[in-house]
């Protein structure tokens, strides 16, 4: 596993994320390893990510846990974690065997969609427990993965393997009730949020729905979902915009206009600063990716 983090720059355990040091990619989309043999610099310290990670914990001594954003989870045999990227994490490697995959930013929103709102619908993390019934198809899955991963790496094919393995998480989160929210108005906010992204981007109008001023909302989303409500939203335009202009060979002027935008230049504008990319080139990184 080849991403790549500033061992010079490792500090004690202090609550300022950004003084962290950084693992990245680099340019790679995907890396896999196993817990046991991957570089112990990835795992001890405390540290961030610019990527998705997975850490799957197919065997652990009694008694273990690793932090996610300063909070300790206790950590059992097959518990599988998700990890957003800028997240604060710090585990000792030690005593702990499973599977850890990185996964870029762009190549996950791609194969996820917008079944990445089911992922953290109440929360910033997502955590589920495999049971020993699901075990064999979720084994069959990552040897598909691992294999690709090693042998050609084509990223059409690692998205469905991925994709499927997800998909199987999701329902192990539904059987174990997981997605039964915190607090009911959650629920009503996202899925109004699913809604009217398009066309409402006003913290009022959500409040309102809600019977709830913007600054309670607020409230409630910083403390479920680290966000707020405009917050939220620009996720779900970017993600609805790097769907269509990755998949489809729509014209980036209809793109913007079916987003709700009122001219394409504003569009632009709102894409380069959520991303640090131009639409068009966001289309050519995509292009290169699955032409490469």
């Known amino acids: 596993m080849e991403y790549t983090g500033n061992r010079a720059n490792e500090r004690p355990h202090e609550p300022q994320r950004s003084e962290f040091p950084l693992h990245d990619l680099g340019d790679d989309f995907?890396?896999?390893?196993?817990?046991?043999?991957?570089?112990?610099?990835?795992?001890?310290?405390?540290h961030r990510h610019d990527f998705y990670e997975v850490l799957w914990f197919t065997d652990v001594e009694p008694g273990q846990a690793?932090?996610?954003?300063?909070?300790?989870?206790?950590?059992?045999?097959?518990d599988l974690f998700l990890l957003l990227p800028d997240q604060v994490h710090s585990m000792d490697q030690r005593e702990k065997r499973g599977f850890v995959m990185a996964i870029s930013k762009d190549f996950f929103e791609r194969f996820i969609g917008s079944d990445i709102f089911k992922l953290f619908?109440?929360?910033?993390?997502?955590?589920?427990?495999?049971?020993?019934?699901?075990?064999?198809?979720?084994?069959?899955?990552?040897?598909?993965?691992?294999?690709?991963?090693?042998?050609?790496?084509?990223?059409?094919?690692l998205e469905s393997y991925l994709r499927s393995w997800f998909l199987h998480c999701f329902d192990l989160q539904k059987e174990a009730g997981d997605a039964a929210p915190r607090?009911?108005?959650?629920?009503?906010?996202?899925?109004?949020?699913?809604?009217?992204?398009?066309?409402q981007r006003k913290a009022d109008f959500y409040a309102n729905e809600l019977s709830l001023s913007a600054k309670r909302l607020n409230e409630l989303t910083?403390?479920?979902?680290?966000?707020?409500?405009?917050?939220?939203?620009n996720d779900r335009l970017v993600l609805e915009a790097k769907r269509e202009i990755g998949y489809l060979r729509k014209p980036i002027k209809e793109i913007?206009?079916?987003?709700?935008?009122?001219?394409?230049?504003?569009?632009?504008?709102?894409?380069?600063?959520?991303?640090?990319?131009?639409?068009?080139?966001?289309?050519?990184?995509?292009?290169a990716l699955y032409e490469g």
């Open 30 to 46: 995907f890396a896999i390893t196993t817990i046991e043999d991957g570089d112990e610099h990835f795992f001890n310290g405390v």
């Open 66 to 78: 690793h932090y996610i954003d300063f909070n300790q989870y206790p950590i059992a045999r097959n």
């Open 121 to 157: 619908r109440y929360s910033a993390n997502f955590t589920v427990t495999i049971p020993d019934s699901r075990l064999p198809v979720m084994n069959a899955l990552m040897t598909l993965i691992r294999t690709e991963y090693e042998d050609g790496k084509r990223p059409a094919i």
């Open 183 to 199: 607090d009911a108005r959650l629920q009503m906010l996202l899925e109004s949020i699913e809604l009217n992204y398009r066309r």
């Open 222 to 233: 910083r403390g479920s979902f680290g966000k707020t409500i405009s917050q939220i939203i």
């Open 256 to 287: 913007s206009y079916e987003l709700g935008f009122s001219e394409p230049s504003y569009f632009t504008r709102f894409f380069g600063k959520q991303t640090g990319l131009a639409p068009e080139d966001f289309r050519k990184k995509i292009a």
